[in-house]
């Protein structure tokens, strides 16, 4: 990547495993970058990349120690955003709600916040507080709940390419939910 001048971190799936999240193991090594690559296959390993248009704050990258160096890897807290901006390329949204089962526990309530204060789109924020409450953690969403009812969002949809007629509005994140989550047993 160094050779390439191209930004790089380790995430989504991929990250998740490294912090615990196993439960799903992905069939493929995950890479968001700034700049469009085609996946690469070396001997058994897959390696899919992500076009990412804002790259994160260097606070939610961390480094993990490898064979030939170093790779940027992206924080719990980022981990968990990128999943829900890309559920649907990673498996949709009962799978995130799987990793998420896990990788809650490595979340920080004021990591996750710094990381919500940061993002663009807060419709990605909305779903991802509301997924984090249905499979266990709403204490480590208090202060993202806040920070959301600040910037009075506007309601979205939970899976977004369904419809949202009759479905219930979850006030506490403004979220029709149009899809009913559950979480593998794990």
Not at 43 to 52: E, S
Request: zero cysteines; a positive charge; aromatic letters at 8%.
């Amino acid at each position: 990547m160094e050779y390439l001048d191209v930004r790089y971190y380790v995430g989504l799936l991929s990250a998740a495993a490294i912090w615990g999240a196993s439960h799903q193991k992905p069939q493929e090594f995950q890479v968001l970058t700034n700049v469009q690559l085609r996946p690469i296959r070396v001997k058994i390993l897959k390696i899919r990349f992500f076009k990412k248009a804002h790259f994160p704050d260097p606070l939610f990258l961390g480094q993990q120690k490898t064979e030939t160096g170093y790779m940027r890897i992206s924080n719990p807290e980022l981990t968990a955003l990128d999943l829900m901006k890309y559920a649907k390329a990673v498996g949709g949204l009962h799978l995130v709600a799987t990793v998420f089962a896990e990788l809650g526990r490595s979340i920080d309530p004021q990591r996750l916040l710094n990381v919500a204060r940061k993002e663009k789109t807060l419709a990605s924020v909305q779903r991802l507080g509301l997924m984090l409450d249905n499979v266990g953690f709403k204490a480590k969403t208090k202060d993202i709940a806040e920070f959301l009812r600040e910037k009075n969002t506007r309601p979205v949809s939970l899976e977004p390419g369904l419809h949202k007629k009759n479905s219930p509005l979850i006030k506490k994140w403004n979220i029709y939910e149009n899809l009913r989550i559950e979480a593998d047993e794990l």
